[in-house]
């Protein structure tokens, strides 16, 4: 059974810092490209970070690069996000994402609330 289980998420103040954590299991966690998304209250849903599963690549939103910082631990099934300077537009659900690399088959956790506020 597929699960990616993640935490990590809660209030935090402006300039503040948060890692979020996605614990997968179920499938083979190495050979999945591994991305957080987020999704705040009346917008879509967008690509925050996305790490690939070979070369360990990563790609950001151009919101976020230079303050998040997406990374993944093979042998812990586990990527994480790790969020400096905090601010309050980044308040959102977060949710991890893992795609199959060869069939593009995708499996999405159940997400976490991150909230930037003073």
């Known amino acids: 059974q597929v699960q990616l289980v993640e935490s990590g998420g809660g209030l935090v103040q402006p300039g503040g810092s948060l890692r979020l954590s996605c614990a997968a299991s179920?499938?083979?966690?190495?050979?999945?490209?591994m991305s957080w998304y987020r999704q705040a209250p009346g917008k879509e849903r967008e690509l925050v970070a996305l790490i690939t599963h070979l070369s360990g690549t990563t790609n950001y939103a151009d919101s976020v690069k230079g303050r998040f910082t997406i990374s993944k631990d093979n042998a812990k099934n586990t990527v994480y996000l790790q969020m400096n300077s905090l601010k309050p537009e980044d308040t959102a659900v977060y949710y991890c994402?893992?795609?199959?690399?060869?069939?593009?088959?995708?499996?999405w956790g159940q997400g976490t609330q991150v909230t930037v506020s003073s």
């Open positions: 179920g499938f083979s966690f190495s050979r999945y490209i």
């Open positions: 994402r893992a795609e199959f690399a060869i069939s593009g088959a995708t499996y």
